[in-house]
């Protein structure tokens, strides 16, 4: 073959196939998310919503960091995830997994149904629409306080023990496991899907979405597709909120949750998957800690955290890690 | 079937009062290397947005061997084989050379919805792309960023990116503009030693480069096509000396 001439002494599937591998800083992260059950485990609660929250930013990055689609809507799906398991268990059926399979199939739907509009339209048009059905789908849920508690929140949800053996317990022992083993999952599902020629196909929308059709690419069909698969994945992480805290309230739908989750994506740095899982962890124990400090302000703080972060690391804190390394290997 | 690879009926487009193209009849038979020349604003341009789709006519059929592909939206007429490529780079500057043209070749196979299996895996359209790659010089640089290659390496990318879906007809837009006297040379030599399955339509200004290679040249002035013959006829064409040749001529000599 010609792909093996002289001067190229690497076939280009095995150059491509090291560019893909794992790096040894992504298996200190992994190994460095078991940390808290040794070293802070009367934080597992936190440590439970941060891979909760870690799992939303990620289907968020899919659509944002790799498609472009600025979303200010999202917790549409994270809440329609939640709401799924939340009155599943409310009605009987308490077994989490197949909670989570539910949840992830109504979102998806909801997910694929809003894709047809979502596909038409880019920049602040779709930050537009995004924003509009989050705002929609939190007042429907409000309206339907019969079923889902309104304003006061669904209450009477309990988890059942995960595949009957592990208990929810009060320490978060279990919580943690369940979150940090559903995150890790779904971001190798993440991880595979970003090394896929889909994935190629989403960095080229990314890049220049007006000379997709020129190569034969029909730019909707993969809008379409990637949205759906975020939609799922932020049910399932609404899910795991809904059943790891037995209870939901609007807010999971609000336009708070949909903000948040874009500021911590942004913090953490986009198009990366770890983005969302380091900006995810940041923001919440800023917000941790600050709040401790001072009850009534500390958006005051968050607010000064962002400025600082945006004007110094333009490209999050993963940016800024990624130039200092390269600064650092020329500089050798 | 159809003697022509690809044929436009009646085509008409105004912007306002202004008309860009007029009536346009085209007839491109299998295999021919076609010149559009005229001057700047003769709509040259906009006849290829027409014909792939990007701009819709206000009247006129275009007609791809035997289907008539007037409704089409442009992805559906690229898979059918028309492609264009551009005046200006419009690449993928964050993707490497060979990512490009993976993407591309992935798209024509359809297997770029395919998300659950690693890039990797699809290594004959990776070697695929590495060889049109490799036909146009371009292997050493192929793991480079798109927008880190030179001006001239960013122009074989546009054709690249065309071959890699498999054109029956290819309609290249100044793919020489920007580049240097001497490589627009080897470009048009690598476009030149293209299939003859291919059916080649390229707008040029550099009159040399499109005695050259071209089989046959269609002038257009105004929207309108003027006259359509071999290069010679064209150059002996007193209309087309007065409105284009001698223009151009006196240009390349300053």
Known sequence: ?332 | MSENALATRGLNKSFGSLVVAADVELNLPQGVRYALIGPNGAGKTTLINLITGMLRPDAGRIILGDDDITALPPEQRVRLGLVRTYQINSLFPHLTALESVTLAVCERRRVAQTWWRQLTAYSQEIDEAHDILSALTLAPVCHRLTRELGYGQQRLVEIALALATRPKVLLLDEPAAGVPREESRELFAAIAGLSRDITVLFIEHDMDIVFRFATRVIVMVGGRVLLEGTPPEIAADPRVRAVYLGKARHESVS
């Open chain 1, 1 to 332: 073959m010609s792909s093996a001439t002289i001067g190229d002494p690497v076939r280009p599937v095995q150059y491509l196939q090291a560019q893909m591998r794992w790096r040894w800083p992504e298996i200190v992260f992994w190994l460095a998310t078991l940390l808290p059950f040794v070293l802070t485990p009367s934080y597992l609660i936190l440590a439970s919503q941060i891979a909760i929250t870690a799992l939303f930013a990620l289907s968020l990055d899919l659509i944002l960091g790799f498609c472009g689609i600025v979303s200010l809507g999202h917790a549409a799906y994270f809440g329609l995830g939640a709401y799924t398991a939340g009155l599943l268990s409310k009605w009987g059926w308490g077994e989490p997994l197949t909670g989570l399979m539910l949840a992830a199939l109504t979102a998806g739907l909801f997910g694929f149904l809003t894709s047809f509009i979502i596909a038409r339209f880019r920049h602040l048009a779709l930050i537009m629409i995004t924003l509009g059905i989050g705002l929609v789908l939190q007042e429907a849920a409000n309206s339907a306080g019969w079923i889902t508690g309104g304003f006061d929140g669904l209450q009477g949800i309990h988890t059942w023990p995960i595949l009957g053996r592990f208990r929810f317990d009060l320490y978060g022992y279990t919580d943690y496991g369940y979150s940090l083993a559903g995150l890790f999952l779904i971001f190798l599902i993440a991880r595979r899907l970003v090394h896929s020629p889909f994935g190629l196909a989403l960095c080229g929308i990314r890049d220049n979405v007006e000379r997709m059709p020129a190569i034969g690419a029909s730019t909707h069909a993969h809008i379409q597709t990637i949205y759906t698969i975020a939609a799922i994945i932020a049910g399932i992480a609404g899910a795991m909120l809904a059943q790891t805290s037995e209870t939901v309230s609007l807010e999971t739908l609000g336009f708070q949750r949909s903000a948040d989750v874009l500021v911590m994506l942004i913090l953490g740095g986009t198009g990366r998957l770890y983005g969302g899982l380091i900006g995810a962890a940041v923001y919440m124990v800023a917000r941790d800690q600050f709040s401790g400090l001072n009850p009534q302000y500390w958006y005051f703080w968050i607010g000064l955290l962002l400025i600082a972060v945006v004007m110094l690391l333009p490209n999050g804190i993963l940016g800024g890690l990624s130039l200092l390394t390269r600064r650092a290997k020329a500089a050798s």
